[in-house]
């Protein structure tokens, strides 16, 4: 079915607020519809055939003129969930139309995002223990992304590839690894084999990582 055009939205959008006891007007002063109810602050609503960033832009600059702002669209979004979510964020309202019939996604509210103390806490704590800054911002390379983990991992393979098989004991005493005794045992990477208890070596995968990451610490 051919998607409605913008003008087929209006009809649909209209009778829908004024059966909520709203007076409404088309195309004032930019706006694609106006309703009006007493002396609340106008309901304002964008219409177009399918969600756009034109849309959004659109919603921005009309939340100026109210917070009751919505965006109406004519099909529904492949990805509504991101859609509502980027909305919320905005503040914007979010309307659907097909045919006859108005499906409110979301009603727009001040937005107030809930902070998470324990991501931010992980995140602090990544930038802490990273050394240097060996990751360029924005990249999209293959070569996987340096954390302070796999730092970890790069000293304590670079311990064991210049003096043999070692204990954990003697790792954790001759370099900067306070992960170290999870590091060598869950072995994310494949670097490293015990060869009796506490003692490990590097193996020829580890040479290979400290080689790929041309590690020298």
Same mark, same amino acid.
């Given at each position: 079915m051919?998607?409605?055009l913008?003008?087929d ?9 004024e @059966?909520?006891?709203?007076a409404?007007?088309?195309e &004032?002063?930019?706006?694609?519809? &106006?309703?009006?109810?007493g002396s609340e602050?106008? &309901?304002i609503? =964008?219409?177009?055939?399918a969600?756009?960033l034109?849309? &959004?832009?659109?919603?921005v600059? @009309?939340?100026?003129l109210?917070?009751h702002t919505?965006?109406g %669209?004519? #099909?529904?979004?492949?990805?509504a969930?991101d859609?509502?979510k980027?909305? +919320? +964020?905005l503040g914007?309202?979010?309307?659907? %139309?097909?045919?006859? +019939?108005v499906?409110?996604?979301?009603d727009p ?5 809930r ?5 931010t806490a992980r ?5 802490? @223990?990273?050394v240097?800054?060996?990751?360029? $911002?924005g990249?999209s390379?293959r %070569? ?7 730092q970890?991992?790069l000293?304590c393979?670079?311990?064991?590839a210049?003096?043999g098989?070692?204990t954990?004991?003697?790792i +954790?005493?001759? #370099?900067?690894a306070?992960k170290?005794a999870s590091i060598?045992?869950?072995? %994310?990477?494949? *670097?490293? =084999?015990r060869?009796?208890?506490g #003692?490990?070596r590097l #193996? ?7 080689? @790929?990451f $041309? *590690?020298?610490?």
């Open positions: 051919a998607k409605a913008e003008s939205l209006y009809g649909p959008v209209k009778a829908f607020l @059966r909520q006891g709203y409404v007007k088309g &004032v002063r930019g706006c694609d519809v &106006v309703g009006v109810r602050a106008p &309901v609503v =964008e219409l177009k055939r969600f756009s034109g849309l &959004v832009l659109q919603g600059d @009309r939340l100026a109210s917070e919505y965006l %669209v004519g #099909t529904w979004p492949k990805n969930r859609i509502k980027l909305c +919320r +964020r914007l309202g979010l309307l659907v %139309v097909t045919g006859e +019939r499906d409110v996604l979301l509210l001040p937005y107030k995002p902070k998470n103390p324990k991501k995140l602090l704590g990544e930038h802490a @223990r990273r240097g800054d060996p990751n360029r $911002g990249s390379t %070569v996987p992304v340096m954390t302070a983990y796999r970890e991992a000293r393979a670079a311990l064991l210049e003096h098989p070692m954990l004991k003697a +954790r005493a001759a #370099t900067d306070p170290a060598l045992q869950d072995d %994310v990477y494949g *670097w490293f =084999e060869v009796a208890r #003692t490990y #193996t020829p995968e580890g040479k290979r990582g400290l080689d @790929r $041309g *590690w020298s610490q």
